[in-house]
């Protein structure tokens, strides 16, 4: 079986323990390889390598550090087939969304700070004839990483690039849950001759790996995508260490549909804000609030289009569902749905597991599931769920629409679906979110800012707001005369 290795100063090396951890392929429920089982000795070791590193890289010309990241894109474009298989036996996620999403837009991440490092600049405040200010954006030092398991590659290079472009050095951990894509990574980084030390990426899990990163003396800076509550209780350790902090959290994100809205481009997106990697983006859209007069049409046919889509083997072409990403997590989300049932929810369509039998029949399907009849206060409306499942709610005025949606702890992302432009700016000036689509959704340009407001983070990643993050801006005042 195979082993999985950590990357520490340039070279793959085992866990200084010695012990592994299953990693479970969700299409089949079985384990297919190993995983270090690292702890505080093998993060110790990586940041004494990115410390040792971040003497050189935090002053290797901007020109050296984009070379390597954009050879890392080429590299990673040049492996889409193996990494977008990868990425789709360790998450379940549908090798063609693998292909078509995650690996290209991993690539991207590293070439979009390949180059944005090159634009990137700082201001100069004059005093008249008395003094001229000029600020210097220093890289931090060495970054701790930690990302999520819904989209693997995709995230973890969305902290890796910016950090490495800004002169950082990084201790990264990817999910325990989905590191074989980060190990490639490590295979890549080798073989575009990043200098040792500059990344390192220990495996293991969060309580252990993570934590050491998250309580090291020495790392300054935090970037932390997950849950809200792993986010809470990493603040609560960075805080008194007034390290930098940047936390991309949970969502329960609102789908606000009007009756004015283009009916078919509304309701061929929201079938994949929905259900899009089984609804395991933290953008998905679990709350759809829809406009009375259009209620009855939408639900029919949102009901009658989700029951076509294909739930299954996640290697398939024609697969619209791949299998949820672990046992645990598949069930949390039937947990979910019975709480729905309880609350007096009535399931339109799915509300239950599904077997695609043959050599998958022990892997973690759910059918994608419509769920109506709920208030907007129960905890189905208000708690992360994270799976294909989502409601429908009507409404009766855009201020009530507004009150509903703003209903959450959340604030992460949110749709506006109308042709009425006025409304629409209206909307999205009020909605409580750190990203607003209207008439879209997931269409992502890497420059603007990207984070969520309420228990969905603290930050902002993106553009050259990421940039900002991995640098700390010192002034220097120089006296004229
Ligand atoms: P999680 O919080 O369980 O884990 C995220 C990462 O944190 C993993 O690498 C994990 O090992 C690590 N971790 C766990 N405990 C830790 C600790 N005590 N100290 C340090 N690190 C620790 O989240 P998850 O289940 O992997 O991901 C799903 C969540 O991520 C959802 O809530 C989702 O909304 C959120 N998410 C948010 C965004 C965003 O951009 N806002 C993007 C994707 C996912």
């Known amino acids: 079986m195979q082993k999985l290795k950590n990357y520490i100063n340039g070279q793959l090396a085992e866990p200084i323990a010695k012990s592994y951890i299953d990693n479970y392929s969700p299409a089949n429920g079985k384990v297919y390889s190993l995983i270090p089982d690292s702890d505080e000795k093998d993060v110790e070791l990586a940041y004494a390598a990115a410390a ?3 003497k050189s890289w935090s002053v290797t010309p901007k020109e050296t550090r984009s070379y390597y990241l954009l050879k890392i894109a080429d590299l990673i474009e040049q492996k889409l087939d193996v990494l977008a298989a990868a990425e789709s036996k ?74 490495l472009a800004a002169g950082c050095t990084v201790v990264a951990k990817p999910s325990e849950v989905t590191p074989m894509t980060a190990f490639l990574l490590s295979e890549i980084c080798i073989e575009a001759g990043l200098p040792p030390g500059v990344l390192n990426i220990v495996h293991g899990l969060g309580p252990k790996v993570g934590n050491a990163m998250v309580s090291h003396p ?175 709610t009507p409404f009766d005025t855009e201020e009530e629409a507004l009150m509903m949606a703003n209903s959450t702890t959340y604030g992460l992302a949110s749709m506006v679906w109308t042709e009425n432009l006025t409304r629409a700016h209206r909307m999205a000036n009020a909605i409580h979110a750190g990203i607003v689509w209207i008439n879209c959704w997931l269409l992502r340009d890497l420059r603007t800012p990207f984070g969520g407001v309420k228990a969905s983070g603290v930050g902002r990643e993106g553009g050259f707001e990421a940039l900002d993050f991995f640098t700390e801006p010192k002034n220097v005042c120089v006296k004229l005369n």
């Open 218 to 392: 020495n790392i300054p800076l935090i970037s932390f995508t997950g849950g809200t509550a792993t986010g809470k209780h990493i603040a609560s350790i960075a805080a008194p260490m007034f390290k930098k902090l940047s936390l991309e959290l949970g969502g329960k994100n609102p789908n606000i549909i009007f009756a004015d809205c283009n009916y078919e481009d509304m309701l061929s997106t929201t079938l994949n804000s929905s259900f899009s990697n089984q609804g395991q983006i933290c953008l998905c859209g679990s709350r759809i609030f829809v406009e009375r007069p259009l209620y009855e049409r939408f639900r029919n046919d949102f009901v009658a289009q989700t029951k076509r889509m294909k739930v299954g083997d996640p290697s398939k072409e024609d697969t619209r569902i791949g299998a949820i990403v672990s046992k645990g997590h598949f069930d949390k989300i039937l947990s979910y749905i019975d709480l729905a049932k309880q609350e007096g929810g009535n399931v339109l369509c799915g509300g239950k597991s599904f077997n695609p039998g043959g050599e998958l029949s022990e892997g973690y399907y759910i059918e994608p599931t419509i769920i109506e009849g709920l208030d907007f206060k129960c905890r189905t409306n208000q708690e992360e769920i994270f799976g294909p499942v989502v409601t429908i």
């Open 90 to 163: 360790d998450n379940g996620k549908p090798f063609k969304l693998a292909k078509r999403v995650d690996i290209p837009r991993a690539a991207a991440n590293f070439r979009f700070y390949g180059t944005g490092i090159l634009h990137f600049s700082a201001q100069s405040h004059a005093m008249e004839n008395s003094a001229i200010n000029y600020t210097l954006k220093q890289p931090v030092g060495v970054a701790a990483c930690i990302s999520p398991w819904n989209l693997p590659l995709y995230l973890f290079s969305w902290k890796i690039a910016p950090a």
């Open 52 to 54: 040792a590193a971040f």
